[in-house]
């Protein structure tokens, strides 16, 4: 559990999505290419990590996770490192971002989420939250550390160094600290056989899921990842506009290791429905306020909905599908979650109009925002797991 959690330290969306967080006020500085532009990269990062997740829980599935983050964190470190190298103009930049994304493709949540599902039942949620709770600890400190990394040596500079920095840890992680867990293909000790993906996406619950699982994370990614550049539009210096994240890495932390275990203990939709309206208190404070406080304030919410989501997609895909093709089934899901966390983040820099229509921007986010909760009460079976 904690080998998987420092995995999750140094996650692809960690050091990429929310790490690309310090990188955008930098690097138009430093080169002068469009803000926009360079904020929306956060896109083909999602995309590329989302398509590759279903393939990434087929190969778990198949060969174990021990031997997919083997390979993942030595690829990745290769990939972050071309990035810093082949930077030289912006087209060089997209596609060696996209590139650095593919290869690290694997080192995300669906292999370290196996490994937990895998090993731990009657505690499952409060693994879960244990295990995720580092991803927090990652929000927390590495945009600061690479804004450190960014200030002393350059943007370039800090891509390589999170590399080597990551394969330096996922990798004996991987070799040393992860097990495969016992291959499930009998009944669920947890609840029934498990689905088999085909017989999974004919349910109405796998749907309602998976579009409450994209829009929360769209909306809330959206805000958090954003929080950065709106703090240096509103006249914050970098240093303070970085230690935003922070505050959303604590609220991360506090709410995986809370809601997982109250996920043990409670029925897991309505509470899931409850942190997910956190998006929508979010982007409300940024709607209306001008100062840089309401900014740190929004950053615990869009923290806790983050939080949360982590925690119940494996919980609640284990529960209501078994574990027969959790590999696959989480991730499809986790395809959902990473393209919300990369699409939100450059929809509202597009809509914001480099700082000039904010207004707007946290309105419609705020409302898609609404949407998840809903989705997950809607349907009746996937209410069943409230009984």
Do not use: C
Request: aromatic share 10%; glycine share 12%.
């Amino acid at each position: 559990m904690l080998g998987a959690g420092a995995g999750m330290y140094f996650s692809i969306g960690i050091v990429l999505i929310y790490g690309f967080s310090v990188f955008i006020v930098p690097i138009t500085e430093d080169t002068g290419w469009d803000r926009t532009v360079v904020a929306a990269v956060v896109a083909p990062i999602a995309v590329v990590n989302g398509l590759m997740s279903p393939v990434v829980g087929a190969l778990t599935d198949r060969f174990g996770p021990r031997r997919v983050l083997a390979v993942s964190s030595m690829s990745m470190a290769i990939g972050l490192i071309g990035v810093g190298i082949a930077s030289q103009n912006l087209t060089t930049f997209i596609v060696a971002v996209a590139v650095a994304s593919l290869m690290g493709a694997a080192q995300t949540g669906v292999p370290y989420t196996y490994v937990v599902v895998g090993w731990f039942s009657a505690r499952r949620g409060l693994a879960l939250g244990v295990m995720l709770s580092f991803v927090g600890l990652g929000i927390a400190t590495l945009p600061p550390f690479f804004a450190l990394l960014i200030s002393e040596w350059g943007w370039r500079f800090a891509f390589m160094a999170a590399g080597l920095i990551s394969m330096a840890v996922t990798l004996p992680v991987a070799l040393f600290a992860i097990r495969d867990p016992p291959v499930l293909q009998r009944p669920d000790r947890t609840g029934g056989e498990g689905h088999t993906v085909r017989r999974a996406v004919e349910t109405a619950s796998f749907w309602l899921m998976l579009g409450a699982f994209f829009l929360n994370y769209f909306a809330a990614a959206a805000g958090s990842i954003s929080l950065p550049v709106v703090l240096a539009d509103r006249g914050a210096d970098p240093a303070m506009a970085a230690l935003v994240m922070s505050l959303v890495g604590l609220s991360f932390i506090v709410m995986r290791l809370g809601f997982g275990a109250l996920l043990d203990r409670f029925p897991p939709v309505p509470l899931t429905s409850l942190a997910f309206l956190s998006p929508v208190v979010g982007h409300f404070i940024l709607l209306n306020s001008e100062g840089l406080i309401p900014v740190y304030v929004s950053a615990v919410f869009f923290g806790l909905a983050t939080g949360a989501e982590g925690d119940a997609i494996g919980y609640l895909l284990s529960k209501r599908f078994g574990m027969r093709s959790f590999g696959k089934l989480f991730g499809i899901n986790y395809m959902a979650l990473t393209m919300g966390a990369g699409l939100g983040p450059a929809s509202l820099h597009i809509m914001a109009a480099e700082g000039t229509r904010y207004v707007e921007a946290f309105s419609i986010f705020a409302g898609i925002a609404v949407i998840a909760p809903i989705l997950l009460m809607l349907d009746r079976r996937t209410r069943a797991l409230t009984r």
